[in-house]
């Protein structure tokens, strides 16, 4: 049986996230209905990751199978075109047939995401539901002293959300900066997997400290509470980028 691989761009503004439901418009669902009309039946896309509402992708990666071959080039422009008669905002980048030992989501070997805040105080117009406003001056320097001391191998249940479903709070977070470039700030960080919101709550923790509100030390001193409420707000959704997956066999 074919298995295809797609990479998927998306705006997650008008989306309940990554996941399939019955009752509201998710990325999953919206891209299973256009393989649906390409097919003729139901079908599933396994994702390599899941994106909670309003979070975005740059380079999300998802595969499916279905009992006939066809090219590539075909499958890529139907999905997309039944994707812009249903003004969804989800474009198929690129789709490869592979084989089937690959899968999207156990194949991947780590996982690369992007925030972005804009740090001003006038309203945003270009960014706006893309980008996470701070309207207070934060300080680079100390977010990224302070983003230090959450690379590397950790138990993070201090930024793990309460509905995460992992069996273990220990992650391997490999690189975490924070760079900003005329008032615009970027937090980017892999891993092989990451815990439920945890992203979300590194950066919310990060710009406590760019406030001045913590100090670096502050931020260690909750990470090895491992106490979910010692972690700082978690930063809303609009900012989140899935950028890239690595896997572990070329496809």
Not at 152 to 178: I, K, M, W
């Amino acid at each position: 049986m074919p298995r295809y691989r797609t990479l998927i761009e998306y705006n997650g503004t008008n989306y309940y996230g990554w996941q399939r439901q019955t009752e509201h418009a998710s990325i999953q669902g919206a891209i299973e209905a256009s393989i649906k009309g390409l097919v003729g039946v139901e079908t599933h896309l396994q994702g390599c990751g899941r994106t909670d509402a309003g979070v975005h992708a740059l380079g999300q990666v998802a595969h499916f199978d279905c009992e006939k071959t066809y090219p590539e080039f075909v499958v890529r422009e139907a999905l997309n075109a039944r994707l812009v008669d249903a003004r969804d905002t989800i474009s198929i980048l690129d789709v490869k047939q592979v084989d089937s030992s690959f899968h999207a989501r156990h194949s991947a070997v780590k996982r690369h995401y992007l925030y972005k805040i804009v740090n001003r105080r006038s309203p945003l117009a270009l960014d706006l539901n893309q980008a996470w406003q701070v309207r207070k001056p934060l300080n680079v320097e100390a977010m990224t002293e302070a983003a230090q001391h959450l690379i590397g191998y950790h138990d993070f249940s201090t930024f793990r959300s309460s509905e995460c479903q992992a069996d273990n709070p220990v992650r391997t977070v490999e690189t975490l900066n924070v760079t900003e470039h005329g008032g615009k700030i970027e937090i980017t960080t892999s891993a092989r997997s990451f815990l439920h919101h945890q992203v979300r709550s590194f950066v919310g923790s990060l710009v406590q400290v760019g406030l001045g509100k913590w100090t670096p030390q502050d931020l260690k001193s909750a990470l090895e509470s491992r106490d979910r409420t010692r972690c700082g707000p978690q930063a809303p959704a609009c900012g989140l980028y899935f950028v890239k997956a690595e896997f572990k066999t070329r496809v």
